[in-house]
């Protein structure tokens, strides 16, 4: 299966400013998908991203909050914009090695992001 | 919308108790099924899956799974719980031709007494 390093592993920003989290992935994906896990909660899909495409957000996220960059096959980034305590989290990226036939998602280590 | 739910919150059993956590999905087509773990401190993990074939399922550490179409369901089982298997599991569902995105149910704590 894939293995995913994404970092920063944690960081604690002040409000109104903003993160951008990085996800490389030592084979190439068709799809990245990103992840928010917040405190207490399960997993949410902020959104999927295929290289050389717009990103795909999901109800309640957008991309002025949630830009992401797909650059290449291999790496990916979410910048959480604006930040509010509220967005305190854990983020998280995934890939599905098999493409488009959901076979062996695998997850990175997660960001967990502190707003204060 | 499609949605998944786990039936408990928060077990807590002692060792060598049997296990069994519920998970329902809802989606009317085809759609392939996920239990992660996710210990103290660390990343999920994949404990197993249902794609097709055999409706029971064997994943790694002793944990299995039975997927029962007709009541949308894919509970999570293990016989014998260590101490060890302390730990958040979550049931997720991909539904087939939705780009392969997950969606997962709310997470049940297990806690495991010595």
């Known amino acids: 299966s894939a293995v995913i390093s994404q970092k920063p592993s944690r960081d604690i920003c002040q409000r109104g400013t903003s993160l951008t989290i990085q996800c490389q992935v030592d084979?190439?994906?068709?799809?990245m998908f990103w992840y928010r896990q917040q405190p207490g909660q399960s997993l949410t899909l902020i959104a999927t991203?295929?290289?050389?495409?717009?990103?795909?957000?999901e109800s309640g996220f957008v991309i002025d909050k949630f830009p992401i960059s797909r650059p290449n096959l291999t790496f990916s980034t979410l910048t959480v914009s604006n930040m509010s305590p509220e967005d305190s989290s854990i983020y998280l990226c995934s890939v599905n090695a098999g493409g488009t036939d959901n076979y062996g998602y695998t997850f990175g280590s997660g960001t967990r992001l502190t707003v204060v | 919308a499609q949605s998944v739910s786990q039936h408990n919150h928060h077990v807590i059993l002692s060792e060598a108790a049997s296990l069994e956590l519920g998970c329902n999905y809802s989606?009317?087509?085809?759609?392939?099924l996920f239990w992660y773990v996710q210990y103290p401190g660390q990343h999920l993990q994949l404990l197993l899956k249902y794609f097709s074939g055999d409706p029971l399922v064997k994943g790694i550490k002793g944990f299995e799974a039975e997927f029962i179409k007709s009541k949308f369901s894919f509970n999570l089982r293990k016989p014998s719980v260590q101490w060890s298997d302390t730990a958040e599991y979550f049931c997720?569902?991909?539904?087939?031709?939705?780009?392969?995105?997950?969606?997962f149910g709310q997470g049940t704590e297990l806690s495991v007494k010595p």
């Open positions: 989606y009317g087509g085809t759609v392939n």
């Open positions: 084979s190439q994906v068709t799809m």
């Open positions: 991203a295929n290289q050389g495409s717009e990103a795909t957000y």
């Open positions: 997720a569902a991909s539904p087939y031709n939705q780009g392969g995105k997950l969606i």
